[in-house]
């Protein structure tokens, strides 16, 4: 492939994770502005980040594998069209109810696009230099969704509404799409793998969904998601053409890599949603200026992911990730102990590590997985290193929300410990 489709191409995978990752965590700040819209309750409200989280998490392992199935060029296409449309229907929406059903279709789409663009730059950029360079710029892109999702939604709620939030999505990815059809091409999935694996899929969805739900809602929801995932595990096993190949963990890459992942989730998804509370509650600063605050996250974030490739050919991935979760953890340590006062002396420096420590770990991690996989699974291995991050976040999350915000930092500090041992087996 010429250099140049080949930067179309991974600007194209880097504009659908980016919509993806920012959708995540944008109408946070918008909330205050929907409740006021739409009426929403104040339980309500929160099904307008939940709807889409839910089905985002519960969807992705499936959306990984269809990839693998049916093609990742049309996958693509259709994670990004039913996206944009959702994203249409979600800000023209006159009542709550019509919102949230936006919102979960939305991330439905999500869930087909994010493994699709992963799965499309490992498969597209096969010399090992140029596909380090494209992962770098692709962990970068979608860590950096995460950072300014804060700050877009900011910008857009105070000088739009909050509907530009949603509306925006519209015309990206309908250039996306025009771009796309003519300059990706298909992969040729193996005929007699088209079969889709419908119990393993329904188990797998369903049982995702309680599990995100139930580990920040009522625990019986929890019990029902691990019991229908552990009876996902014995359909796989006994399938002859199963949606997850069980096999596919006894490759130390995928299993180390996926678990790596879920790790990191914990611990950064964690650190947004603390520093947020802390920026506006302590520093008493607006959805503006809380956004502009991470700032310094998303440059530390891409700063060191672009380092990464050159580090990694020097270092090895195992010295790499040691070293990216040791700098990470000083950070968060840094942040735990620092007593309350101005952002530079309490969030800047601390950013600095933290992040620099995220970009530093995730492109060898996901570089790790995606290689150890072979193509007819990379769709599925790209879904696993999502949903591990999400469930990562989601666990992190219910685990630490009631803690102190220096407590938190801390515990972790002690999750990247726990990084460090993983590494070994990376």
Same mark, same amino acid.
């Given at each position: 492939?010429?250099?140049?489709?080949?930067?179309?191409?991974?600007? +194209?995978?880097?504009?659908?994770?980016?919509?993806?990752?920012?959708? $995540?965590?944008?109408?946070?700040?918008? !909330?205050?502005?929907?409740? @006021?819209?739409? /009426?929403?309750?104040?339980?309500?409200?929160?099904?307008?980040?939940?709807?889409?989280?839910?089905?985002?998490?519960?969807?992705?392992? +499936?959306?990984?594998?269809?990839?693998?199935? *049916?093609?990742?060029?049309?996958?693509?296409?259709?994670?990004?069209?039913?996206?944009?449309?959702?994203?249409?229907?979600?800000?023209?929406?006159?009542?709550?109810?019509?919102?949230?059903? @936006?919102?979960?279709?939305?991330?439905?789409?999500? %869930?087909?696009?994010?493994? %699709?663009?992963?799965?499309?730059?490992?498969?597209?950029?096969?010399?090992?230099?140029?596909?380090?360079?494209?992962?770098?710029?692709?962990?970068?892109?979608?860590?950096?969704?995460?950072?300014?999702?804060?700050?877009?939604?900011?910008?857009?709620?105070? *000088?739009?509404?909050?509907?530009?939030? !949603?509306?925006?999505?519209?015309?990206? &990815?309908?250039?996306?799409?025009?771009?796309?059809?003519? $300059?990706?091409?298909?992969?040729?999935?193996?005929?007699?793998?088209?079969?889709?694996?419908?119990?393993?899929?329904?188990?797998?969805?369903?049982?995702?969904? %309680?599990?995100? *739900?139930?580990?920040?809602?009522?625990?019986?929801?929890? $019990?029902?998601?691990?019991?229908? !995932?552990?009876?996902?595990?014995?359909?796989?096993?006994?399938?002859?053409?199963?949606?997850?190949?069980?096999?596919?963990?006894?490759?130390?890459?995928?299993?180390?890599?996926?678990?790596?992942?879920?790790?990191?989730?914990?611990?950064?998804?964690?650190?947004?949603?603390?520093?947020?509370?802390?920026?506006?509650?302590?520093?008493? *600063?607006?959805? =503006?200026?809380?956004?502009?605050?991470?700032?310094?996250?998303?440059?530390?974030?891409?700063? /060191?992911?672009?380092?990464?490739?050159?580090?990694?050919?020097?270092? /090895?991935?195992?010295?790499?990730? $040691?070293?990216?979760?040791?700098?990470?953890?000083?950070?968060?340590?840094?942040?735990?102990?620092?007593?309350? &006062?101005?952002?530079?002396?309490?969030?800047?420096?601390?950013?600095?590590?933290?992040?620099? &420590?995220?970009?530093? =770990?995730?492109?060898?991690?996901?570089?790790?997985?995606?290689?150890?996989?072979?193509?007819?699974?990379?769709?599925?291995?790209?879904?696993? =290193?999502?949903?591990?991050?999400?469930?990562?976040? @989601?666990?992190?999350?219910?685990?630490?929300?009631?803690?102190?915000?220096?407590?938190?930092?801390?515990?972790?500090?002690?999750?990247?410990?726990?990084?460090?041992?993983?590494?070994?087996?990376?």
């Amino acid at each position: 492939m010429s250099r140049k489709p080949g930067n179309l191409v991974l600007f +194209l995978t880097c504009a659908g994770q980016f919509m993806v990752i920012l959708d $995540v965590s944008v109408v946070n700040v918008a !909330l205050p502005s929907i409740r @006021a819209s739409l /009426g929403f309750s104040a339980p309500g409200l929160q099904w307008v980040v939940n709807a889409y989280a839910l089905a985002f998490g519960g969807f992705l392992l +499936l959306g990984g594998r269809i990839a693998d199935l *049916y093609g990742r060029k049309r996958i693509f296409l259709l994670g990004l069209g039913v996206f944009s449309a959702a994203s249409l229907a979600g800000g023209l929406a006159g009542t709550a109810g019509l919102l949230i059903a @936006a919102r979960a279709v939305q991330g439905l789409g999500a %869930a087909v696009l994010a493994p %699709a663009t992963l799965t499309i730059v490992s498969t597209t950029f096969t010399d090992p230099d140029d596909r380090a360079r494209a992962l770098s710029i692709w962990t970068a892109v979608g860590a950096a969704g995460g950072a300014a999702g804060a700050l877009v939604g900011g910008v857009l709620t105070q *000088y739009l509404s909050w509907r530009s939030i !949603l509306l925006v999505n519209v015309p990206i &990815g309908a250039v996306a799409i025009a771009l796309a059809a003519p $300059v990706l091409t298909e992969s040729r999935p193996i005929a007699e793998r088209r079969r889709l694996d419908v119990p393993g899929a329904v188990l797998v969805t369903v049982g995702g969904t %309680a599990l995100v *739900y139930g580990i920040e809602h009522p625990w019986p929801w929890l $019990v029902i998601g691990l019991a229908l !995932l552990a009876l996902f595990l014995v359909v796989e096993a006994r399938s002859p053409a199963p949606l997850m190949p069980l096999r596919l963990f006894r490759v130390r890459g995928i299993s180390a890599g996926t678990f790596a992942m879920l790790l990191m989730g914990a611990a950064f998804i964690t650190m947004w949603y603390f520093l947020s509370l802390y920026m506006q509650n302590t520093l008493h *600063y607006n959805a =503006l200026e809380t956004g502009a605050g991470f700032l310094p996250h998303t440059l530390a974030i891409i700063v /060191g992911s672009r380092s990464a490739p050159w580090l990694r050919r020097r270092l /090895g991935t195992r010295t790499l990730v $040691v070293a990216g979760a040791v700098i990470g953890a000083a950070g968060f340590v840094w942040q735990g102990l620092t007593p309350p &006062g101005g952002y530079l002396a309490t969030v800047f420096g601390p950013a600095i590590l933290m992040c620099g &420590g995220l970009g530093l =770990l995730m492109t060898p991690v996901t570089a790790t997985v995606t290689s150890s996989a072979a193509s007819d699974d990379a769709g599925l291995a790209s879904g696993l =290193l999502n949903a591990a991050r999400q469930v990562g976040g @989601a666990v992190g999350l219910a685990a630490l929300a009631a803690a102190a915000p220096q407590s938190a930092f801390l515990a972790s500090a002690a999750v990247l410990g726990a990084l460090v041992v993983v590494a070994f087996a990376l």
